[in-house]
């Protein structure tokens, strides 16, 4: 049996597509497959699919009137998922499990109080269950700084760590 060490998939182009480089337990790659923006990314019983990635510039604006609005020197990133689980059991998600990595390596944990710049009304990731056979959409935002590029969404479930590369506009 081929011994799965790593995966990595990547989005990539305008409408976005996802490349996936399988690897032996040798390091060798023999496989590849690209995805179209929308498709699954599977980490054990969990479906993941990047539905949207926006560069919001250095302004994140407030869904809440008693929160101020969020300005950074970098830029901000606003990420759509959609989680299916495809277990048979509940299964918990959060924040940890995901971080943005740039061209220099640089890895970028999600905004504190991302809560407070999603859509109004927007589930956040945060510690979510998703009982078997259902599905959640969430939120999340990073805070990245000016000069990254090339970024890298990380997803890191069930001992396996996935990489979709974002082409934000």
């Known amino acids: 049996m081929i011994d799965y060490l ?18 032996s337990s040798t390091g060798r790659a023999f496989a590849e497959r690209l995805y179209k923006k929308g498709e699954a990314v599977r980490t054990g019983d969990l479906e993941w699919k990047i539905l949207a ?3 919001l510039g250095g302004y994140a604006p407030s869904n809440n009137m008693f929160v101020e609005d969020a300005r950074t020197e970098g830029y901000f990133v ?3 998922i959609s ?5 048979r059991e ?3 998600v959060r924040d940890s499990g995901i971080d943005l990595v740039d061209s220099r390596k640089r890895v970028f944990n999600t905004y504190p109080g991302q809560r407070f710049y999603v859509p109004r009304g927007a589930a956040v990731l945060d510690w979510e269950r998703i009982p078997p056979g259902l599905s959640r959409i969430f939120y999340v935002v990073f805070e990245v700084a000016q000069d990254s590029k090339d970024l890298k969404l ?8 996935k990489t ?3 082409n934000l506009k």
Not at 83 to 87: A, E, P
Not at 154 to 161: D, E, N, P, T, Y
Request: hydrophobic content about 50%; cysteine-free; overall charge positive.
């Open 6 to 23: 790593r995966q990595r998939k990547v989005i990539r182009a305008a409408g976005v597509t996802l490349f996936v480089l399988m690897f």
């Open 83 to 87: 989680i299916k689980n495809k277990g």
């Open 53 to 55: 990635a926006k560069n």
């Open 78 to 80: 606003l990420i759509k």
């Open 90 to 92: 509940a299964e918990m």
């Open 164 to 166: 979709v590369i974002l």
């Open 154 to 161: 990380r997803i890191k479930q069930h001992g396996q760590v």
